[in-house]
């Protein structure tokens, strides 16, 4: 069975860190790529981060870039989202997501999703 686990979300103060954990298992991790979303209420789900297989390369939307840093610990099937610096706007439902291809980035392009975690940023 396919499993992707998200964990890490929480409260946090405007400025801190939290660091998602996707946890997978099911399929042969080193062969998908792994991608991080995020849904605010009343949002679309957007692409946040992703991973290519084996670690080979990353993406980031442009409103992380230097805040949020995406790694893979392949022995144990797992990637990590550190986020730093904060703010409001990144409140939302963190998911992960698996896909074959080499740098998925639209939704359209994962084929396996895990329950998402919640990340609120507020004072």
């Known amino acids: 069975e396919v499993q992707l686990q998200a964990f890490g979300g929480g409260l946090v103060q405007p400025g801190g860190s939290l660091t998602l954990s996707c946890v997978a298992s099911g399929f042969t991790f080193d062969d998908y790529a792994i991608g991080w979303f995020r849904q605010a209420p009343g949002k679309e789900r957007e692409g946040v981060s992703c991973i290519t297989n084996r670690g080979g390369g990353t993406y980031y939307r442009d409103s992380v870039k230097g805040r949020f840093t995406i790694s893979s610990d392949n022995a144990k099937n797992t990637v990590f989202l550190q986020m730093n610096s904060l703010t409001a706007e990144d409140t939302a439902v963190y998911y992960c997501?698996?896909?074959?291809?080499?740098?998925?980035?639209?939704?359209?392009?994962?084929?396996?999703w895990g329950q998402g975690t919640l990340v609120t940023v507020s004072s």
């Open positions: 997501a698996a896909s074959r291809l080499t740098l998925p980035i639209t939704r359209t392009d994962y084929r396996y």
